[in-house]
């Protein structure tokens, strides 16, 4: 399957007939750069981690900005081995994106569901989220009902949901 690109998600999210607003802005690379952009665009913003776990099972965690991941306690919390960085090539394969535009966006270039997503409870707190469209050149905002009727049309459903203030599983 090709990589869908900026273009070919927004339109499968018209599709959808999902309410989405995607706000251009220069390339940001890191979740710490960019408050004034992040600022200007309302609801909660995400960081996105790209992982692999000791038996080669690839992750997404998407997360509330301001969360904080602890890789040495999370694989207890979602059921895998050790967690370390992927690589940029396989972050290519699995997801088609680049480094700095790992977003929850991208499962789209995942169809045989190779990677497993988990998402941050904090981030669905706000009602509205902001991802990275496959381009850290742009953010996307849509309602929190949106993104999962997203990762429904994916059959990216039940979502594992996680508190990670907490380490607990919230769904499914």
Same mark, same amino acid.
């Given at each position: +399957?090709?990589? +869908?690109?900026?273009?070919? #998600?927004?339109?499968? @999210?018209?599709? &959808?007939? &999902?309410?989405?607003?995607?706000?251009?802005?220069?390339?940001?690379?890191?979740?710490?750069?960019?408050?004034? @952009?992040?600022? +200007? =665009?309302?609801?909660?913003?995400?960081?996105?981690?790209? !992982?692999?776990? $000791?038996?080669?099972? !690839?992750? &997404? =965690?998407?997360?509330?900005?301001?969360?904080?991941?602890? *890789?040495?306690?999370?694989? /207890?919390?979602?059921? /895998?081995?050790? *967690?370390?960085?992927? /690589?940029?090539?396989?972050?290519?394969?699995? #997801?088609?994106?680049?480094?700095?535009?790992?977003? $929850? #966006?991208? *499962?789209?270039?995942?169809?045989?569901?190779?990677?497993?997503?988990? &998402?941050?409870?904090? !981030?669905?707190?706000?009602?509205?989220?902001?991802?990275?469209? @496959?381009?850290?050149?742009?953010?996307?905002? #849509?309602?929190?009902?949106? !993104?999962?009727?997203?990762?429904?049309?994916?059959?990216?459903?039940?979502?594992? =949901?996680?508190?990670?203030?907490? +380490?607990?599983?919230?769904?499914?």
């Amino acid at each position: +399957m090709p990589v +869908m690109d900026r273009q070919n #998600l927004l339109d499968f @999210l018209n599709r &959808l007939d &999902l309410v989405h607003t995607t706000f251009d802005h220069p390339p940001v690379f890191r979740v710490e750069e960019g408050p004034e @952009l992040k600022a +200007m =665009i309302p609801g909660a913003h995400s960081k996105n981690l790209f !992982l692999k776990d $000791a038996k080669g099972q !690839l992750w &997404l =965690i998407s997360a509330r900005d301001t969360t904080v991941i602890d *890789l040495k306690t999370t694989p /207890s919390v979602i059921g /895998s081995a050790r *967690l370390s960085f992927g /690589s940029a090539e396989r972050l290519w394969e699995a #997801l088609g994106v680049r480094p700095g535009s790992v977003t $929850a #966006l991208a *499962l789209i270039n995942d169809p045989d569901q190779k990677v497993r997503f988990v &998402l941050d409870a904090a !981030l669905l707190r706000d009602g509205t989220v902001n991802f990275h469209p @496959l381009t850290n050149e742009a953010t996307t905002n #849509l309602t929190c009902d949106a !993104l999962m009727r997203f990762l429904a049309a994916l059959g990216r459903q039940p979502v594992t =949901i996680v508190d990670f203030e907490t +380490m607990k599983v919230i769904s499914p």
